[in-house]
Every structure is written in C-alpha cells, then in structure tokens.
C-alpha cells in the first residue's frame, strides 16, 4: 500500500467537502441535534428516577460512541455510493490504485471528519449539561485503541 495514494484519497474527500456546504452543515446539524434530544432525555431520565443514577455520563456517553462510529460508517458509505453514481469509481482504477488503498483513504477521512464531529458533540454536551470525558477514566482506553490501530 502507497501512503501517497492513500493520502491522494483523502485530500479528494476533503477538497469534496471544502467545496460543498451541503456537506459540511449537516455533520455540525444532527450532530447539535442529537446532542439536544439526548442531552433533554438524560435531563429527564435524572429527574424521574429516585436511585440515584446519573444518567447523563452513561447515556450521552454511550451516544457519543455510538454516533462517532455510525458517523464513520456513513462516511465510508456514502463516499463509495457517491464515486459510483457519478461514475467516477471507474476513473480510480484506471490508475494504480488499488481497493485497498481507495477504502483505506476513505476510513482515513471519514475518521477524521468524524472526530470533527466528536469534539463539536463533547463541547455541546460540555457547555450545555455539564459532561466531562474524565469521568470515564480508564473505559475511553480501548476506544482510544481502536482509533489509533
């Protein structure tokens, strides 16, 4: 596998994504939105239980683990359906390219602009009801691993 090739995919997902703002204003938009309907939920969920438990470090933790990898998976998806109905898929391979590399760049850049995502969610959830990642401890390591494997 050519880094280089890799890196040629990426920059093309970001040139896409810098030259549409169709693209880029829905990841900070249901991301907003989810932070909102999940954050009220947990809010609620803490005011109706009388155990004790607070529901807004598991909840919306689990929500931002959950949208982080739905994000990526979407991303990788959605820029595979995109280079395929405009006919572009073709053009790749015509160069050395290979499957490999082409689903490699993808990840690369739907993990990126996923993290994006995930930080714009953390500060939300942050400003607006007060979660902080600290409270997780040692349960983000294999998260962590995941990412940088």
Not at 37 to 59: D, E, H, K, Q
Not at 133 to 140: E, M, P, S
Request: no cysteine; charged share 10%.
């Amino acid at each position: 596998m050519s880094v280089t090739r890799i890196a040629a995919v990426v920059l093309r997902q970001i040139y896409l994504m810098r030259g549409s703002v169709a693209r880029v204003l829905p990841l900070f938009v249901w991301i907003g939105l989810d932070m909102v309907l999940w954050g009220f939920i947990t809010r609620y969920l803490n005011g109706i239980t009388a155990s004790g438990i607070n529901f807004v470090p598991r909840l919306l933790g689990a929500v931002f683990f959950w949208d982080f990898f739905i994000r990526v998976m979407q991303g990788v998806t959605l820029a595979f359906f995109e280079d395929v109905w405009s006919r572009n898929f073709l053009n790749f391979f015509a160069t050395p390219l290979s499957i490999s590399e082409y689903v490699t760049g993808l990840v690369v850049s739907s993990i990126a602009t996923s993290l994006i995502g995930l930080s714009v969610m953390l500060v939300l959830a942050t400003m607006i009801f007060g979660l902080s990642f600290a409270v997780y401890g040692l349960l983000l390591l294999p998260f962590v691993l995941v990412l940088f494997l």
